[in-house]
């Protein structure tokens, strides 16, 4: 392993997570509920009665954080190197392991881990050493 | 209000995201290329967001109801299981593959980029067949109890 110092930004990683640790309190002390991404967007797609109004708002609200940026400026374009099938197939992944697994990197990577929940801690654990497999698959073993 | 605290909620998560480089799928999978060359960045992303989410989750664990009078739902399931093991592989997996999570997808579509939005649609053609199979389950549990 070595570091990546070029690409490593530190401050920008933390104060970032600082501004989500602030998205994440807002949610749950002014609306009780949990800011996990997942939980979220799936909810919408099994309606139930009073939870549809803030999940969508909330997923709203996402979408224009890019147009919001704005007003401090251009926002860095991402880098997306992936084919079309990779996304699908990644999409598909994310979609069904996310509900089944209930939860992602929000809610069980920030909420559940600030409320030091076991069965958070075991997801994320999951889920990130998955990604450390794959990506080492997928760069190290195919060479893609 | 509580709508608008939730879309405010929304906006600030994303801004978290675009701040920290995590809408850029090139950061996450430099943060999952640990044997490559690797960027810790998400590493800190996760220290900050749980150093405020810690004190939030403390406050709101005395209330039964928030600031809004909105009854508190937290998570109530505390079981390690199979579904929960098995989904985060599937996750990690997929993560893995495009560096896409939910929250960073959705935050890159609105920076209109074709390919995000098209990760969003499987998402949640993913999602949808989650539901349809929880609903067969659903059926099957009644007509086994009918029977």
Redesign the interface.
């Known amino acids: 392993m070595s570091i990546d110092w070029n690409s490593f930004t530190p401050w920008a990683a933390l104060s970032g997570g600082l501004l989500i640790g602030v998205a994440t309190a807002m949610l749950v002390l002014l609306n009780g509920r949990i800011a996990g991404i997942s939980g979220i967007v799936g909810g919408l797609l099994n309606p139930t009665k009073g939870e549809t109004a803030w999940r969508a708002a909330f997923v709203i609200g996402l979408l224009l954080a890019p147009t919001a940026y704005l007003i401090f400026g251009a926002f860095p374009r991402p880098q997306i190197d992936s084919s079309w099938a990779a996304l699908v197939v990644a999409g598909l992944l994310v979609g069904v392991g996310t509900r089944y697994g209930s939860g992602c990197t929000s809610g069980h990577g920030v909420s559940g881990l600030s409320r030091l929940s076991p069965r958070s801690l075991a997801a994320t654990v999951t889920f990130m050493g998955a990604g450390f497999v794959a990506v080492f698959i997928v760069r190290h073993v195919l060479g893609a | 209000m509580?709508?608008?605290?939730?879309?405010?909620?929304?906006?600030?998560?994303?801004?978290?995201?675009?701040?920290?480089?995590?809408?850029?799928?090139?950061?996450i999978?430099?943060f999952?290329?640990?044997?490559?060359?690797?960027?810790?960045?998400?590493?800190?992303?996760?220290?900050?967001?749980?150093?405020?989410?810690?004190?939030?989750?403390a406050?709101?664990k005395k209330?039964t109801?928030?600031?809004?009078g909105?009854?508190?739902?937290?998570?109530t399931?505390?079981?390690?299981d199979r579904?929960?093991?098995?989904?985060?592989?599937?996750?990690?997996?997929?993560?893995?593959?495009?560096?896409?999570?939910?929250?960073p997808?959705?935050?890159?579509?609105?920076?209109g980029?074709v390919?995000?939005l098209?990760?969003?649609?499987?998402?949640?053609?993913?999602?949808?067949?989650?539901?349809l199979m929880?609903r067969r389950v659903r059926l099957s549990r009644i007509s086994t109890e009918s029977k």
Not at chain 2, 65 to 68: A, D, E, F, V
Request: with cysteine.
């Open positions: 509580y709508i608008l605290t939730s879309l405010l909620a929304g906006l600030v998560f994303g801004l978290g995201l675009i701040v920290s480089g995590m809408s850029n799928p090139a950061v999978l430099g999952l290329d640990i044997t490559g060359r690797w960027n810790p960045s998400l590493g800190l992303v996760m220290v900050g967001g749980i150093a405020i989410g810690s004190i939030a989750f406050a709101a209330r109801t928030s600031l809004l909105q009854a508190m739902k937290m998570p399931a505390r079981q390690i579904r929960l093991i098995g989904g985060s592989i599937l996750f990690g997996i997929g993560w893995g593959i495009a560096g896409f999570c939910p929250g997808v959705l935050v890159a579509t609105g920076m980029e390919k995000a098209g990760f969003v649609v499987a998402m949640l053609v993913g999602m949808g067949i989650f539901e929880e």
